[in-house]
């Protein structure tokens, strides 16, 4: 029984056995097979990346490629400028393998080159690209916004200058901002050189101003302010600025002797060193420059003269050797001085001036603010070449009369020169007569006679070129300027309506000559009266005919002779005939019927004791020779 037991046993223990061995035989199988079929699929299959979206290849780039490069500069000044069309050989190529997106990496970068892209030969400022000046490809391209000729910088060079002395052409303005549109005319032709260094030494043949060749020149330039007032203006940038944007040649230094100026207050050395800065400015530009001894209030050029004569031998000393120094000594003597003591004045500080400087040219004014001319041409300084005489108008108040002088004196041989002139009224305020200015620029240009304009400064008045918000010293925009500023940058631009010589013909005859014909003075009309403490001098200071008119130009003096200040003063002049003017400075005029009633202008309202006005004038018009009837001065 136990060994039946036993081999029941044992026949269980090997069934079991086998059962295990058959397990692993078919596990043993299973991964034979697995392994297999797994190798089998490691041969055949390829690893799988959906993500890749190129495929390298070395074909060559597709068309689509080449208007989309496939580099990506990030900054536009990045990109050959060459050949946007041509891909760098080390740019990867592809292709697309896969309707997915670009990668950022190739998104094509049509719109970062701008699609007008420009060459090279396109953003180069024009006038004068040198080979250095053009960018290579490998050089940053300019960008558009900086490669495109600004009008400053396509503007002529600034050493540009007028084409001739006789008639200056500015060159283009080199001004800050173009794009208000600068009075700036463009020039027709650019001279080399300056002014000076075209023209050299100037002298006086005959009636005119001939340069160093003997051909006749004009100066046309700008007379400073007061230098005690705006010395600001004496200034090399300035006067550069003058020179090129304007296409002056000229510039006149107004040094006052009265009203704070050299003889009365200012600190004479500063002054003169002022001056003298002045002219070295002028001459390292090559311009011509005035030294002007401006007595005004002071109205008898003798009242200063041991001044002047020291003042002009230091000067004459210091420039004689300059080629370009004009020596004016006396802007106007006015106050009804006659033409004998000017002229005995003249004869004695021309020596001076000789003594030192042989050829420099001398400028003598003339009465009455210099209008004079056809008196002092019956009557020259004698002895001496190189001596011209001031003519000044201005154009508001002084029109055929004024030319009427000019035509007389030069056709007498007197060699005259405008060193001083403005196109509003005589006050150097009030309105511009462009009109006028014009007809005395075609005659100014017929006679060859040089001219000046007051004023190189931004006072508030008609008179000053630059307006009295603009403290700029150069690069003066049309904004920047009053009428007279940018009627003056047309006139020196030559942009003035060219008058024809019927017009011409017809501006002569109405100058007239020898005066204009003279109407006669009639007996009294020169009244001084003395009235409440009031000292009055009404004095005509010329007459003549105009249509069916006789003029008589006025000039007023008062006096206060009281102990006490007085103001707002009315003077009233009653005539034997009706009279009318719409010409007055320095003072408001009512006229009813034959009365004429002068009040003050703003400046001169209030006399102090002992204080005297004489700059007040007026031109009065009738149809009959005038008597004055009675005059009356009151104030308050
Ligand atoms: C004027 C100035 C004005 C100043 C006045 C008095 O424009 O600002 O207050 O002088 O000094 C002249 C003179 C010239 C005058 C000018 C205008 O030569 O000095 O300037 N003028 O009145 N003569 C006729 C007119």
Not at 93 to 111: Q, W
Not at 202 to 227: E, M, P
Request: proline residues 7%; contains cysteine.
């Amino acid at each position: 029984m136990a060994e039946k037991h036993s081999s029941k046993k044992e026949l269980k223990n090997t069934k079991k056995i086998n059962r295990i061995l058959i397990t692993a035989l078919i596990f043993m199988v299973l991964v034979a097979v697995i392994l297999g079929i797994a190798l089998y699929e490691a041969k055949q299959d390829k690893p799988r990346d959906t993500s890749l979206t190129v495929t390298p290849t070395n074909e060559p780039v597709p068309s689509i490629n080449v208007t989309q490069p496939v580099e990506t500069p990030t900054e536009a000044e990045q990109i050959p400028t060459t050949a946007p069309t041509e891909v760098p050989s080390e740019a990867p190529t592809g292709t697309f393998v896969e309707d997915v997106s670009p990668t950022p990496e190739i998104t094509p970068t049509a719109e970062v080159i701008p699609s007008e892209a420009p060459t090279p030969t396109e953003t180069l400022p024009t006038e004068t690209p040198t080979p250095s000046d053009i960018p290579t490809p490998t050089t940053a391209a300019p960008t558009p916004t900086t490669a495109v000729p600004t009008p400053t910088e396509a503007a002529a060079t600034p050493t540009q200058t007028p084409t001739t002395a006789v008639t200056p052409t500015p060159t283009t303005a080199a001004t800050p901002t173009p794009t208000t549109a600068a009075p700036t005319p463009t020039p027709k032709q650019v001279a080399s050189g300056t002014p000076v260094s075209r023209h050299g030494r100037l002298s006086v043949k005959g009636t005119r101003l001939v340069d160093k060749n003997g051909k006749a020149v004009q100066l046309k330039g700008v007379s400073t302010h007061g230098l005690q007032w705006f010395p600001q203006f004496v200034c090399k940038e300035t006067f550069k600025c003058i020179r090129d944007e304007w296409g002056a040649n000229c510039v006149r230094l107004a040094m006052y002797t009265d009203e704070g100026g050299y003889c009365n207050g200012a600190d004479q050395a500063q002054m003169r060193t002022l001056v003298k800065n002045g002219v070295k400015y002028a001459t390292e530009l090559g311009l011509y420059v005035i030294i002007d001894w401006h007595i005004l209030h002071d109205y008898d050029p003798n009242m200063n003269k041991a001044d002047a004569i020291k003042f002009f031998d230091e000067m004459s000393k210091e420039f004689a050797g300059y080629e370009n120094v004009f020596y004016e000594i006396c802007n106007e003597p006015n106050g009804g001085i006659s033409w004998a003591p000017v002229k005995s004045y003249a004869e004695e500080i021309i020596p001076v001036i000789r003594k030192n400087d042989p050829k420099g040219i001398i400028i003598i004014g003339t009465p009455t603010w210099s209008q004079d001319v056809d008196i002092a041409a019956k009557d020259p300084v004698k002895g001496y070449d190189n001596l011209m005489y001031a003519l000044h108008f201005y154009a508001g108040t002084h029109k055929d009369n004024i030319r009427s002088k000019m035509k007389t004196a030069i056709e007498a041989g007197l060699p005259v020169i405008v060193t001083e002139y403005g196109i509003c009224d005589a006050s150097g305020n009030g309105a511009c007569n462009e009109t006028e200015a014009n007809k005395w620029v075609a005659m100014m240009d017929k006679y060859g006679v040089s001219y000046m304009i007051w004023n190189l400064a931004n006072k508030n008045e008609s008179s000053s070129l630059i307006k009295a918000n603009c403290k700029k010293l150069s690069g003066f925009t049309e904004a920047d300027l009053n009428q007279e500023g940018r009627w003056l940058v047309k006139m020196l631009g030559g942009q003035l309506p060219k008058m024809t010589e019927e017009e011409l013909k017809k501006l002569e005859s109405d100058a007239g000559g020898s005066g204009g014909g003279d109407v006669a003075v009639p007996d009294g009309i020169e009244k001084i009266v003395d009235q409440n403490g009031l000292h009055l001098e009404l004095t005509t200071q010329n007459t003549w005919n105009e249509a069916a008119s006789k003029c008589y130009q006025f000039s007023v003096l008062i006096e206060n002779k009281n102990t006490s200040q007085k103001k707002d003063w009315v003077i009233k002049v009653t005539f034997n005939s009706d009279v009318s003017s719409d010409n007055f400075w320095c003072c408001n005029a009512k006229f009813e019927k034959n009365v004429m009633t002068l009040t003050p202008a703003e400046f001169n309202r209030t006399l102090s004791a002992g204080a005297q006005t004489s700059d007040i004038g007026l031109i009065v018009q009738s149809k009959s020779l005038l008597k004055i009837q009675s005059i009356e001065i009151t104030a308050k």
